[in-house]
């Protein structure tokens, strides 16, 4: 069977790639675990239609040829799934493969189904469980981040929904994790697939973009690197030199960050030197060497030096990267790294072990990794500044949007950055977040207001007169607050009605008046109000007050003939009917999230375009579905879509723009600029008159001679936003523009 061939044919080729590294043989191990995890999955097929063994082979291809680990890694990358996914046990496992390989499958299997997995969100923020869980063994990352490899590999079967978390996931936590520990390769192929799948549009106009441009780059790297070589030829060196080119992903951060255009982009290509030191003792020196012959060569970049030869990056990267000037007068960077060192940036610190003196084996291997797990440890019992500087490092790395704060009890919780007291307080309890006057914070007395800051431990404040107002929507950043504090809102004013109607009702009997539609009308009309429900609401708060004045107005209004009302019913001037504000729970319908959300006009109930970020038509936008299958849409880049990305995936729904030109929309650009006088009405003349766009708010500021604008411009999509940009671009005092 072609199948079973197919099967054979990856297991021989993992058999081979093994047996080409330096480790010990172990055949014998990898076969057993190979027969057996195919034989465990027997039958089931993954969401491509490959037999389900394929993935677990692949994964185990990673680990031994791109990660560089040895036969127990290989085990367990093939018995990755046999837990979670059939009837085998742990225990099983054990009594086969030993210790070892079943605490790392174990481990596996903990952490699919836990902080990494579907259900425990909230804990995928707990930063100090996520380096605990690590420390257990290292190789359980690792082997989780070959997994994840080789899923988003095959994101493409996934439906929608599944891809944006997957590849929200990926982002967020596997690349800063796979960059952490120095599998660069890996790092920068997980974040161009999310990036492809994430922006499909500007993945592949960059792609298109680069491989229009590579002949003029590869003429620009031959004409630069032919005096390197004569050098490097001449110092007798042994090397390769190899063009990087910048990923797409990078690519596109920058143009996002720095607001540029690809053409603008100036480092796409660098340039790589890899050499054999002639000893290993020499290698440092051979670094500095080849470095002082090629500046000889070309000018060097006095500020851009950088030097992790000798003072590695805390994952392990060495190098040399100068900056030089080319014949043609543009800088080129270039890096110097050994053989080793190159290997190290590739597969990060699993390539250590094998430039180490002595026999080499597994168990050095093994030692490296106890070293690794021991420096963790240390570092969590006993926190010194200096360890304490590598652990920001990786939490700053992680989560940039986050920040740690403490209970009294000493409990660690994740915040994102910007959240309040009272955010907090929602985070503790509804309760608690409704009746919360104000907190003590690291001992001091703080408003409900104040901004959390890492490291705060907090003491929140409740008070059983306190009331949640409207104003708290202001105060609050999370979706969570303000989702239970809008609860509590139309809660109240639901109770409030309540018992304004039962006020009214019990007036109206006390004066023999009857209580009908009609009444109501006239007193909403009295009271200038719009709704019955406002009227109740009102009356129960005491904003009004009904008195001898109503009822004679009543009155009044009875005696005249029923039939001037039949007469306004009839020509809908009124309508007696009462508007209900709450639709009931069960004519929400359900809501399939592997469809794609079309944002359409006709479409608008069911979505609202979050304040956050103010997507517009032509925006990259996902939704994420909340309460009653309502709607949230974000753009992607959204800080907010990146934690739901992230931490509530199972709620996010693709969605696509299907506006036609009938409705416009908020989006502000920044200008900064050369102050010449003239420059204001230059801008506004681009806007409002050759491109007609409606201003709706402007604002300026000038000092030392520069000036900084920002104007909120009503549009009906992104590619009108940016020709208004471009336009401006072009006026000459104009020197950078972004939206925000
Ligand atoms: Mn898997």
Same mark, same amino acid.
């Given at each position: 069977?072609?199948?079973?061939?197919?099967?054979?044919?990856?297991?021989?080729?993992?058999?081979?790639?093994?047996?080409?590294?330096?480790?010990?043989?172990?055949? !014998?191990?990898?076969?057993?675990?190979?027969?057996?995890?195919?034989?465990?999955?027997?039958?089931?097929?993954?969401l491509?239609?490959?037999?389900?063994?394929?993935?677990?082979?692949s994964v185990?291809?990673?680990?031994?040829?791109?990660?560089? &680990?040895?036969?127990?890694?290989?085990?367990?990358?093939?018995?990755?799934?046999?837990?979670?996914?059939? @009837?085998?046990?742990?225990?099983?496992?054990?009594?086969?493969?030993?210790?070892?390989? =079943?605490?790392?499958?174990?481990?596996?299997?903990?952490?699919?189904? #836990?902080?990494?997995?579907?259900?425990?969100?909230?804990?995928?923020?707990?930063?100090?469980?996520?380096?605990?869980?690590?420390?257990?063994?290292?190789?359980? *990352?690792?082997?989780?981040? =070959?997994?994840?490899?080789?899923?988003?590999?095959?994101?493409?079967?996934?439906?929608?929904?599944?891809?944006? $978390?997957?590849?929200?996931?990926?982002?967020?936590?596997?690349? +800063?994790?796979?960059?952490?520990?120095?599998?660069?390769?890996?790092?920068?192929?997980?974040?161009?697939?999310?990036?492809?799948y994430?922006?499909?549009?500007?993945?592949?106009?960059?792609?298109?973009?680069?491989?229009?441009?590579?002949?003029?780059?590869?003429?620009?790297? @031959?004409?630069?690197?032919?005096?390197?070589?004569?050098?490097?030829?001449?110092?007798?060196?042994?090397?390769?030199?190899?063009?990087?080119i910048?990923?797409?992903?990078?690519?596109?951060?920058?143009?996002?960050? $720095?607001?540029?255009?690809?053409?603008?982009?100036?480092?796409?290509?660098?340039?790589?030197?890899?050499?054999?030191?002639? @000893?290993?003792s020499?290698?440092?020196?051979?670094?500095?060497?080849?470095?002082?012959?090629?500046?000889?060569?070309?000018?060097?970049?006095?500020?851009? &030096?950088?030097?992790?030869?000798?003072?590695?990056?805390?994952?392990?990267?060495?190098?040399?990267?100068?900056?030089?000037?080319s014949?043609?007068?543009?800088?080129?960077?270039?890096?110097?790294?050994?053989?080793?060192?190159?290997? *190290?940036? !590739?597969?990060?610190?699993?390539?250590?072990?094998?430039?180490?003196?002595?026999?080499?084996?597994?168990d050095?291997?093994?030692?490296?990794?106890?070293?690794? &797990?021991?420096?963790?440890?240390?570092?969590?019992?006993? +926190?010194?500044?200096?360890?304490?500087?590598f &652990?920001?490092?990786?939490?700053?790395?992680?989560?940039?949007?986050?920040?740690?704060?403490?209970?009294?009890?000493?409990?660690?919780?994740?915040?994102?950055?910007?959240?309040?007291?009272?955010?907090?307080?929602?985070?503790?309890?509804?309760?608690?977040?409704?009746?919360?006057? #104000?907190?003590?914070?690291?001992?001091?007395?703080?408003?409900?207001?104040?901004?959390?800051?890492?490291?705060?431990?907090?003491?929140?404040?409740?008070?059983?007169?306190?009331h949640?107002?409207?104003?708290?929507?202001?105060i %609050?950043?999370?979706?969570?607050?303000?989702?239970?504090?809008?609860?509590?809102?139309?809660?109240?004013?639901r109770?409030?009605?309540?018992?304004?109607?039962?006020?009214?009702?019990?007036?109206?009997?006390?004066?023999?008046?009857?209580?009908?539609?009609?009444?109501?009308?006239?007193?909403?009309?009295?009271?200038?109000?719009?709704? +019955?429900?406002?009227?109740?609401?009102?009356?129960?708060?005491?904003?009004?007050?009904?008195?001898?004045?109503?009822?004679?107005?009543?009155?009044?209004?009875?005696?005249?003939?029923?039939?001037?009302?039949?007469?306004?019913?009839?020509?809908?001037?009124?309508?007696?009917?009462?508007?209900?504000?709450?639709? +009931?729970?069960?004519?929400?319908p359900?809501?399939?999230?592997?469809?794609?959300?079309?944002?359409?006009?006709?479409?608008?109930?069911?979505?609202?375009?979050?304040?956050?970020?103010?997507?517009?038509?032509?925006?990259?936008?996902?939704?994420?579905?909340?309460?009653?299958?309502?709607?949230?849409?974000?753009?992607?880049?959204?800080?907010?879509?990146?934690?739901?990305?992230?931490?509530?995936?199972?709620?996010?729904?693709a969605?696509?723009?299907?506006?036609?030109?009938?409705?416009?929309?908020?989006a502000?650009?920044?200008?900064?600029?050369?102050?010449?006088?003239?420059?204001?009405?230059?801008?506004?003349? %681009?806007?409002?008159?050759?491109?007609?766009?409606?201003?709706?708010?402007?604002?300026?500021?000038?000092?030392?001679? *520069?000036?900084?604008?920002?104007?909120?411009?009503?549009?009906?999509?992104?590619?009108?936003?940016?020709?208004?940009?471009?336009?401006?671009?072009?006026?000459?005092?104009?020197?950078?523009?972004?939206?925000?």
């Amino acid at each position: 069977m072609d199948e079973e061939k197919m099967i054979e044919e990856a297991f021989n080729t993992l058999v081979e790639s093994y047996l080409a590294t330096k480790h010990r043989k172990k055949v !014998e191990k990898i076969t057993k675990a190979f027969n057996f995890a195919r034989h465990a999955h027997q039958g089931v097929r993954r969401l491509s239609g490959e037999p389900y063994i394929m993935h677990p082979l692949s994964v185990a291809q990673i680990v031994c040829t791109e990660i560089g &680990l040895g036969s127990t890694s290989i085990c367990a990358a093939l018995l990755h799934d046999v837990v979670e996914d059939t @009837d085998y046990t742990v225990e099983d496992i054990k009594n086969m493969f030993g210790d070892k390989i =079943a605490q790392i499958v174990d481990g596996l299997t903990k952490i699919s189904g #836990g902080i990494f997995g579907d259900h425990a969100s909230a804990q995928a923020e707990n930063f100090k469980k996520l380096l605990l869980t690590m420390s257990e063994d290292i190789r359980v *990352i690792l082997i989780k981040i =070959a997994d994840r490899l080789h899923n988003m590999r095959t994101l493409g079967s996934q439906p929608y929904n599944k891809q944006y $978390k997957i590849a929200g996931e990926t982002l967020y936590i596997y690349a +800063p994790l796979a960059h952490r520990l120095g599998l660069n390769s890996i790092k920068t192929e997980l974040e161009d697939l999310s990036f492809r799948y994430e922006h499909p549009e500007e993945y592949a106009q960059i792609e298109y973009k680069l491989a229009a441009t590579k002949a003029e780059r590869d003429t620009v790297f @031959d004409e630069f690197i032919a005096p390197i070589r004569q050098t490097l030829d001449s110092l007798g060196v042994k090397y390769v030199i190899k063009q990087r080119i910048k990923s797409p992903y990078s690519i596109w951060n920058k143009m996002q960050n $720095k607001h540029v255009t690809f053409e603008e982009i100036y480092d796409i290509l660098a340039v790589r030197i890899i050499f054999e030191p002639t @000893d290993m003792s020499r290698e440092l020196n051979e670094c500095f060497n080849i470095y002082v012959g090629i500046s000889k060569i070309y000018k060097s970049h006095p500020d851009r &030096l950088r030097d992790w030869v000798s003072h590695p990056k805390a994952n392990g990267y060495q190098a040399l990267h100068v900056t030089l000037m080319s014949n043609k007068g543009e800088w080129i960077e270039v890096q110097i790294r050994s053989t080793r060192m190159d290997e *190290i940036a !590739e597969k990060g610190f699993a390539a250590h072990w094998k430039y180490k003196e002595g026999e080499q084996n597994e168990d050095d291997a093994e030692n490296e990794l106890e070293k690794w &797990l021991t420096t963790i440890k240390e570092i969590l019992d006993d +926190p010194q500044p200096d360890a304490m500087d590598f &652990l920001d490092t990786i939490k700053l790395n992680l989560y940039a949007s986050e920040i740690f704060v403490f209970t009294p009890k000493g409990d660690l919780r994740t915040m994102p950055a910007g959240a309040t007291v009272l955010d907090f307080a929602f985070s503790i309890h509804t309760f608690v977040g409704s009746h919360c006057i #104000g907190a003590k914070v690291n001992h001091k007395l703080e408003p409900i207001t104040y901004k959390l800051q890492s490291g705060d431990q907090i003491e929140v404040l409740t008070s059983k007169t306190q009331h949640v107002t409207r104003e708290w929507l202001d105060i %609050v950043t999370t979706g969570k607050a303000a989702t239970k504090i809008l609860a509590t809102l139309r809660k109240d004013e639901r109770e409030a009605r309540r018992k304004g109607e039962s006020m009214l009702d019990e007036f109206l009997r006390a004066k023999g008046l009857t209580n009908d539609s009609a009444t109501v009308d006239l007193l909403c009309e009295l009271h200038e109000v719009q709704k +019955p429900e406002a009227l109740f609401a009102a009356i129960a708060q005491g904003q009004i007050v009904l008195g001898q004045e109503d009822v004679n107005k009543i009155q009044n209004k009875n005696s005249a003939s029923a039939a001037s009302w039949m007469r306004l019913f009839a020509f809908g001037k009124k309508k007696p009917v009462r508007k209900i504000d709450d639709t +009931p729970d069960e004519e929400v319908p359900a809501i399939d999230k592997t469809k794609i959300l079309q944002l359409s006009d006709t479409n608008r109930s069911k979505y609202t375009l979050c304040d956050c970020c103010k997507p517009i038509p032509g925006d990259s936008v996902m939704g994420y579905v909340g309460d009653k299958n309502h709607v949230y849409i974000h753009k992607f880049q959204c800080k907010t879509a990146q934690r739901i990305k992230a931490n509530r995936g199972n709620h996010i729904i693709a969605a696509k723009w299907d506006i036609g030109n009938s409705m416009q929309f908020e989006a502000t650009i920044a200008l900064r600029g050369i102050d010449k006088p003239g420059t204001l009405n230059q801008i506004t003349e %681009v806007i409002s008159s050759s491109l007609n766009i409606n201003i709706s708010k402007l604002e300026i500021s000038c000092s030392d001679g *520069i000036f900084e604008s920002t104007i909120r411009l009503l549009v009906h999509d992104t590619d009108e936003l940016k020709e208004v940009m471009n336009s401006l671009k072009k006026i000459p005092t104009v020197k950078e523009i972004a939206r925000v």
